[in-house]
């Protein structure tokens, strides 16, 4: 597991392999980064470089103050920690 501070929200994510080809994969709620585990292992024998993080107070990813748990659909909203739009 690796951890990214981005706008004061510590990020914790796996990012497994190598490689240009890079594979975003995000959890809904209410899971963590976990649940892709059996996907990522066969991405990742695929050849493909796959990013994982636990969104904001999920997983190991920190809650900031006032906006508590990602609950949206999608990354929109729940992206900003990871800079994704």
């Not at 190598?18 to 649940?35: A, E, K, T, Y």
């Not at 994982?52 to 006032?66: C, H, K, N, Q, S």
């Not at 990602?70 to 800079?83: E, N, S, V, W």
């Amino acid at each position: 597991m690796a951890r990214a501070t981005l706008n004061g929200i510590a990020v914790a994510f796996d990012d497994t392999g190598q490689g240009d080809d890079v594979l975003l994969l995000v959890h809904g709620h209410p899971f963590n980064r976990s649940m892709w585990a059996p996907q990522v292992a066969t991405l990742h024998g695929s050849g493909w470089r796959v990013v994982v993080p636990d969104l904001r107070g999920y997983g190991e990813t920190t809650v900031v103050p006032g906006k508590g748990r990602c609950k949206h659909a999608g990354t929109r909203g729940c992206g900003d920690p990871l800079t994704v739009t």
